[in-house]
């Protein structure tokens, strides 16, 4: 199969780590599977979340919605006070006390807060068990 045929996609003429030291900005990864899950509605991109509290998320256009799940992404600038501050599910760090599969707080988990050699995979699995534990609390 070539490059760039429907099947297998074009590389590009820059790498995630060049793009990272020219713009700044770290690259967002995406599985194929998620990809898929916003094409057919599975997954609902909203706009940025201004707060949360036990039933609901407060959007910065002033919207309320209650989602079955958030997946709030917030990289390397976490600043999870001032989203989940009120909810005491920080330490005096500003860090989750529980991660992974372990709630913090009723249908809230955080994961990829601890650091490993390979991040990405370690992050990978602690959210396929809070996705199965978030899936056995909605049954």
């Not at 760039?4 to 793009?19: C, L, N």
């Not at 001032?82 to 860090?95: A, F």
């Not at 699995?125 to 978030?134: E, G, P, S």
């Amino acid at each position: 199969m070539a490059a760039g045929s429907a099947s297998f996609p074009k590389i590009p003429d820059e790498g995630v780590f060049a793009r990272n030291a020219r713009l700044g900005v770290p690259p967002a990864i995406v599985d194929k599977e998620t990809i898929a899950a916003l094409r057919d509605g599975s997954i609902e991109v909203v706009g940025a979340v201004e707060s949360l509290d036990a039933h609901s998320v407060g959007l910065a256009d002033g919207t309320r919605i209650d989602p079955q799940a958030i997946v709030c992404a917030t990289g390397f600038r976490r600043e999870l006070d001032k989203l989940v501050g009120h909810l005491g599910v920080l330490d005096e760090h500003r860090w989750p006390h529980a991660t992974g599969a372990e709630p913090a707080a009723e249908r809230l988990r955080f994961i990829g807060f601890v650091p490993r050699p390979s991040q990405i995979g370690y992050a990978s699995k602690q959210a396929l068990r809070a996705a199965r534990a978030i899936a056995r609390e909605l049954r």
